[in-house]
T-cell receptor
């Protein structure tokens, strides 16, 4: 069963504007972690931000923030003040089973972001 | 500082040939290690993960296997490659502390089976 869902195959945003990339997840584990990664055309995976399921506040890292809505099981990535260099593929990921010693981390299908000048 | 090395960067192999991709981590001990495969234009598929030496969990039954002979070494192998094994393979390790969890990826190996 699909556990990480990214419903936007592609997104366009104007330079300097904010954009939200959607991610929903499904798990019965009470302890889990959510990640966002950026993959430019070079193929490397760049870690952006992490949110633990028990964290009370939404994670922020510079221009990146994670809009964590636990009841809705969503973990949307918000990029503020988009830059041309933000054009890339973005992946949402979930790590389950932290409390029980599990370490499986699975990824969504990704969203390709295009930033327009 | 912690680093992760993965090689080779690109590989072209004939069908039926063996495969060995190596991943090593420096600057940490007992890391959780992962192998992923990414088909062109698609997301990452978890293949194997390991929480310690000799401990391998397989997510997808297929033509590949993984081994962890040393604490910071993770190897992806195949005895006989198939055309469908072509893809971009990524090794990763996860760092956790009391404040944060972060995963680091190798540079990836682009495998083409011909």
């Amino acid at each position: 069963a699909q556990k990480i869902t990214q419903t936007q195959p592609g997104m366009f945003v104007q330079e300097k504007e904010a954009v939200t990339l959607d991610c929903t997840y499904d798990t019965s584990d009470p302890s889990y972690g959510l990640f966002w990664y950026k993959q430019p055309s070079s193929g490397e995976m760049i870690f952006l931000i992490y949110q633990g399921s028990y964290d009370q506040q939404n994670a922020t890292e510079g221009r990146y923030s994670l809009n964590f809505q636990k009841a809705r099981k969503s973990a949307n990535l918000v990029i503020s003040a988009s830059q041309l260099g933000d054009s890339a593929m973005y992946f949402c990921a979930m790590r389950e089973g932290r409390d029980t010693g599990g370490f499986k981390t699975i990824f969504g299908a990704g969203t390709r972001l295009f930033v327009k000048a | 500082s912690q680093t992760i090395h993965q090689w080779p960067a690109t590989l072209v192999q004939p069908v039926g040939s063996p495969l060995s991709l190596e991943c090593t981590v420096e600057g940490t001990s007992n890391p959780n290690l992962y192998w992923y495969r990414q088909a062109a234009g698609r997301g990452l598929q978890l293949l194997f993960y390991s929480v310690g030496i000799g401990q391998i969990s397989s997510e997808v039954p297929q033509n590949l296997s993984a081994s962890r002979p040393q604490d910071r070494q993770f190897i992806l192998s195949s005895k006989k490659l198939l055309l469908s094994d072509s893809g971009f393979y990524l090794c990763a390790w996860m760092r956790e502390d009391s404040r944060n969890t972060e995963a680091f990826f190798g540079q990836g190996t682009r495998l083409t089976v011909v």
